[in-house]
């Protein structure tokens, strides 16, 4: 029976990857999924399918045909309309949907084969290691903090026994210190690769509230991919207009600004907060910008390629900038890149992102040269 009932779960589980899959693009554009998030999972909300039948209703009546009504007689006449009727509470069950958990883990498996998303290659951070402890066997001697309890016991007792004086009726066995047993082990240093997402989003006046939902939609995906190719992995935020400062997650997507915006002053803040936490020997550092495309002048956006281009790119496995479409923005600083850099440079990525449907193609576009 528990085989059954294990086989039946991984059936389940392969019918609802399926759904997930099927609706992915629903799924990522829709925020509501965002907000039944847990600390390692997200709910699911999929159709209920039931099977059609019969509802009898309270009148007992003899057959077709009866009741009261002449030939030609329209089948409605008499029959409340819709929201024009009266009456008492139903008993029967209403229509639901079916909430199942799916964990991130295997949100993001999805993502990465519904995208085709090759997984990231390190940057080859060596130098940077994690100690782990292999036990290997058991010895007679050790810490009291590694006496391997079932081992120890066993010896008691074979000892017991060997000498008779172990009996059934009251079997207490005390170890002494021949019977005692210690694990062993051996240290093993494997490097390990952290990586750091730095987000940085324009918040200025053009920069309306679906643009800053397309920018939280499309960073929690980026977030739940990252997350299964890094063992550990640091976000920061970063929001600007003129000026440009550090805050928490929930600031950075709540934010309601307003003003110029000066592009270089998030670029010059995503530099020294590198410099002063993120070493570039030990960290794989990812860069996403997002904004409507409107920049102060042209000396600003000048500022701005020297940054990336002196700085920013060398140390980042990959700078991505997203262009979310505003009414209200003139989309020129993704014309200023492309021009700069040209649209097949090694470290820039760029996307633009008209609205949420584009978000899937983004996604794709930022992940899918696995850096």
């Known amino acids: 029976m528990p085989m059954k009932m294990e086989s039946d779960l991984n059936r389940f589980r392969k019918i609802i990857k399926g759904k997930v899959k099927k609706e992915l693009r629903k799924f990522i554009s829709n925020g509501d999924l965002i907000g039944r998030q847990g600390k390692k999972q997200v709910t699911i909300p999929l159709p209920r399918i039931d099977i059609p039948k019969f509802q009898f209703g309270t009148d007992q009546q003899g057959g077709v045909g009866q009741g009261e009504g002449e030939p030609g007689d329209e089948v409605s006449q008499g029959q409340p309309q819709p929201g024009e009727g009266e009456g008492e509470a139903g008993d029967q069950e209403g229509q639901h949907t079916l909430e199942v958990d799916v964990t991130l883990e295997e949100l993001a498996q999805i993502l ?5 998303l090759p ?66 082990y051996k240290v093993i240093n494997e ?41 550990g992995i640091e976000r920061r935020y970063i929001i600007h207009d003129a000026t440009a400062r550090e805050v928490d997650e929930d600031t950075f997507y709540r934010t309601k600004e307003s003003g110029g915006t000066l592009i270089s002053s998030a670029y010059k803040l ?39 281009e002196s700085t920013l790119m060398p140390v980042s496995n990959a700078f991505c900038y997203g262009q979310v479409e505003s009414r209200y ?20 990525i760029t996307s633009q992102i008209k609205d949420r449907d584009a978000i899937v193609d983004a996604l794709k576009t930022f992940l899918g040269k696995g850096k």
Not at 112 to 116: A, F, P, Y
Not at 161 to 182: A, C, M, Q, W
Not at 202 to 220: I, Y
Not at 330 to 343: I, M, T, V
Request: aromatic share 12%; with cysteine.
């Open 119 to 184: 997984n990231i290659e390190n940057k080859g951070k060596k130098n940077v290691e994690d100690k782990h402890y292999k036990y290997t066997g058991i010895l007679r001697q050790g810490p009291e903090s590694l006496k391997h309890f079932r081992r120890t016991y066993k010896e008691a007792l074979k000892r017991s026994i060997s000498l008779g004086t172990y009996d059934p009726n009251d079997p207490v066995i005390v170890p002494i210190k021949e019977d005692k047993r210690y694990r062993s």
């Open 112 to 116: 990465g084969e519904e995208l085709e």
């Open 191 to 231: 490097p390990i690769a952290n990586a750091v997402i730095l987000y940085m989003m324009d918040v200025s006046g053009s920069m309306g509230d679906e643009q800053k939902e397309v920018v939280r939609l499309t960073s929690f995906w980026l977030d739940t991919w990252l997350r299964t190719q890094y063992q």
């Open 329 to 348: 923005g003139s989309g020129q600083f993704l014309r200023d890149l492309h021009k700069h850099f040209g649209e097949s440079h090694e470290q820039l």
């Open 270 to 308: 995503a530099v020294k907060m590198i410099e002063e936490n993120f070493n570039p020997s030990e960290w794989n550092i990812y860069l996403f910008h997002f904004s409507d495309g409107d920049n102060w002048s042209g000396n600003d956006t000048a500022d701005c390629m020297k940054l990336l």
